[in-house]
T-cell receptor, first 115, second 113 residues
Framework: ETGVTQTPRHLVMGMTNKKSLKCEQH?????MYWYKQSAKKPLELMFV???????ENNSVPSRFSPECPNSSHLFLHLHTLQPEDSALYLC??????????????FGDGTRLSIL | GEDVEQSLFLSVREGDSSVINCTYT??????LYWYKQEPGAGLQLLTY?????DMKQDQRLTVLLNKKDKHLSLRIADTQTGDSAIYFC?????????????FGTGTQLKVEL
């Protein structure tokens, strides 16, 4: 139990579908992150939210749309995805996003497969 | 630039020590981290070290940092089968938006009986 819960754990969707990934943290943190983990590639940072404000968008295509309604919840809305978007999507949280000594705590991820 | 490199595989016998190595390129790194990922799970924080330290020990784990060579290592003493996993090193750097973690590609550790 890491304190960061992601749902669903697995998701299969067609390229024309719309779905959302959910992340919830119970650690009292103020920063939340979305990462993409593809086979044989380093973890790619997608988005960062600090105190509900988006502070980083790492050139992510607009078919990925994040939402952070409060410091405990983070969503990733998906629409018209491509096969190359199939990956493990990891959510993380930290106390806040500006200090380097704030470790990030990860959820178990959502395994996304695009048909 | 930002580049963190690790060897892809390491195989050790149970009870031996494992040493996982990592090199990074950005000398402005503030903190360096080690994470462990087991199959079907996310990344579990193992330990981290501030860039002005050269060693940190935590039970079976020893982190060594050579800042001059930009080399980080994780030593696992008395390696057990439960240590089989992928190990990621990551460097934390200050950016315009705050602190950013850059991860290596991970080292797959296999522990054999």
């Amino acid at each position: 139990e890491t304190g960061v819960t992601q749902t669903p754990r697995h998701l299969v969707m067609g390229m024309t579908n719309k779905k959302s990934l959910k992340c919830e943290q119970h650690l009292g943190h103020n920063a939340m992150y979305w990462y993409k983990q593809s086979a044989k590639k380093p973890l790619e940072l997608m988005f960062v939210y600090n105190f509900k404000e988006q502070t980083e968008n790492n050139s992510v295509p607009s078919r990925f749309s994040p939402e952070c309604p409060n410091s405990s919840h983070l969503f990733l809305h998906l629409h018209t995805l491509q096969p190359e978007d199939s990956a493990l999507y990891l959510c993380a949280s930290s106390q806040e996003a500006t200090m380097g000594n704030q470790p990030q705590h990860f959820g178990d991820g959502t395994r996304l497969s695009i048909l | 630039g930002e580049d963190v490199e690790q060897s892809l595989f390491l195989s050790v016998r149970e009870g031996d020590s494992s040493v996982i190595n990592c090199t990074y390129t950005d000398s402005s790194s503030t903190y360096l981290y080690w994470y462990k990922q087991e199959p079907g799970a996310g990344l579990q924080l193992l330990t981290y070290i501030f860039s002005n330290m050269d060693m940190k020990q935590d039970q079976r784990l020893t982190v060594l940092l050579n800042k001059k060579d930009k080399h980080l290592s994780l030593r696992i003493a008395d390696t057990q089968t439960g240590d089989s996993a992928i190990y990621f090193c990551a460097e934390s750097m200050r950016t315009g938006g705050g602190n950013k973690l850059t991860f290596g590609t991970g080292t797959q550790l296999k522990v054999e009986l």
